[in-house]
C-alpha cells in the first residue's frame, strides 16, 4: 500500500471516484454502520436508560422484594430531576425571547433584529417551543440525552374556484388551462368548470425524538464529524412513506415492524416508557389494520 501517492495534478482539484457505488453496497454500508452504533438495541447505554425511565416511574426491577416483604418504592430520581426543570426552564421561558442576534456593528442592527423576531415566531408561535424544550431538558436529564429534530417541511396547499361556461369555446379554453380539474354539466346549456391552484408552502419544523429513536456510531468524536447519525421513527406506516414520494410497489414489498430484520428485538427503553399503555413495545400495530397503515422500520 503506498502510503505516500503522487499528488493531484491540478491544485484544489477534488477527488471524484471512478463510479457511483451500487445501491446494495450502500444498503449493506448502511447496516454496518446500524449495527455499530450507541443505542443499537440494548446495549449498556440502553440498558441505563431504562434502568433511569423506570426508576423515575417508582419502578424497581432490579431490587427484587424479599418473600414476606413489599417491594422497594422511591421517588428520589422523580423529585431531584423535577426539581431540576425548573430552574433549567426558566432562563427560556421567562423572557419574550428564547433566542436574540447582537449586531457587529450599526449596519447589522435591522437585520439582527429581524433575524431574532423571526427565530422567536418560528420556535414559539409556528412551532411549540415551550413543550419542545422540556421535553428535551427532561429527556437530557432523564436519559443523558436530549434529541430535537429540525428540518423543513413542505406543504401543497390547493384554493379551487368554480367557473360557469355557457359556449363550447369557453369550456374548451377552460379544459386547455393547468388549473382544469374537473366539470359539471348543469343541465340547462351550461357547464361548472372547476380550476384548482396549487401553491407549495413550507415551515421549519421542530419536534422532539425519543432517545431510543436516535443512534450514532461508536466512533463519533463530535456530532458534525460523525460517520453516521440516525433516526429511527417508530410511527411511520407505508401510507406515509408513499405520501413522502417512495414507490408504492416497493413500498408494498417491505416487511411490517417487528417481523423484518429487527424481529425478535426488544427496546426496554421504549417498553419503560410506554408501559402504563400497554401498548406491547415497539412491536405495537394496530389491530388488523389495512396493510397502508402497517407501521414499517424506517432510517432517516
Same mark, same amino acid.
Given at each position: ?62 431490587? @427484587?422484594?424479599? $418473600? ?5 418504592? =422511591? /421517588? %428520589? !430520581? ?99 388551462? @393547468?388549473?382544469? $380539474? ?5 343541465? =340547462? /346549456? %351550461? !357547464? ?109
Amino acid at each position: 500500500m503506498d502510503l505516500h501517492p503522487e499528488p493531484f495534478d491540478t491544485v484544489g482539484e477534488e477527488y471524484q471516484p471512478d463510479e457511483t457505488m451500487p445501491d446494495y453496497e450502500l444498503a449493506a454500508h448502511l447496516e454496518s454502520h446500524a449495527q455499530n452504533t450507541i443505542g443499537y438495541h440494548d446495549d449498556t447505554i440502553s440498558s441505563e436508560m431504562e434502568t433511569a425511565i423506570n426508576y423515575y416511574y417508582r419502578r424497581m426491577p432490579d431490587l @427484587p422484594a424479599q $418473600e414476606g416483604c413489599s417491594s422497594v418504592v =422511591d /421517588g %428520589t !430520581v422523580a423529585i431531584v430531576i423535577d426539581n431540576a426543570m425548573s430552574a433549567i426552564l426558566k432562563p427560556f421561558v421567562s423572557s419574550d425571547e428564547t433566542v436574540s442576534f447582537a449586531p457587529r456593528g450599526p449596519e447589522d442592527v435591522e437585520v439582527a433584529d429581524q433575524a431574532t423576531d423571526y427565530c422567536n415566531y418560528v420556535f414559539n408561535s409556528d412551532n411549540p417551543g415551550f413543550t419542545i424544550l422540556h421535553d428535551w431538558f427532561k429527556d437530557a436529564l432523564l436519559t443523558k440525552i436530549g434529541i430535537v429534530k429540525c428540518w423543513w417541511e413542505e406543504t401543497e396547499k390547493v384554493s379551487r374556484e368554480q367557473v360557469i361556461v355557457d359556449n363550447e369555446v369557453a369550456l374548451a379554453q377552460a379544459r386547455m388551462e @393547468p388549473d382544469y $380539474e374537473d366539470e359539471q354539466d348543469n343541465g =340547462d /346549456g %351550461t !357547464v361548472t368548470v372547476t380550476l384548482a391552484t396549487r401553491t407549495t408552502d413550507g415551515r421549519v419544523k421542530i419536534e422532539n425524538i425519543p432517545p431510543e429513536e436516535w443512534e450514532i456510531s461508536k466512533f463519533a468524536r463530535t456530532l458534525k464529524d460523525a460517520p453516521y447519525i440516525a433516526h429511527v421513527p417508530k410511527n411511520v406506516t407505508r401510507s406515509d412513506l408513499v405520501e413522502m414520494g417512495f414507490d408504492a410497489g416497493l413500498v408494498e414489498t417491505l416487511p411490517a415492524m417487528g417481523t423484518g430484520r429487527n424481529a425478535g428485538f426488544e427496546n426496554g427503553r421504549e417498553n419503560a416508557r410506554r408501559r402504563d399503555e400497554e401498548s406491547g413495545g415497539s412491536t405495537f400495530q394496530l389491530g388488523s389494520p389495512h396493510e397502508s397503515q402497517e407501521l414499517v422500520d424506517i432510517r432517516d
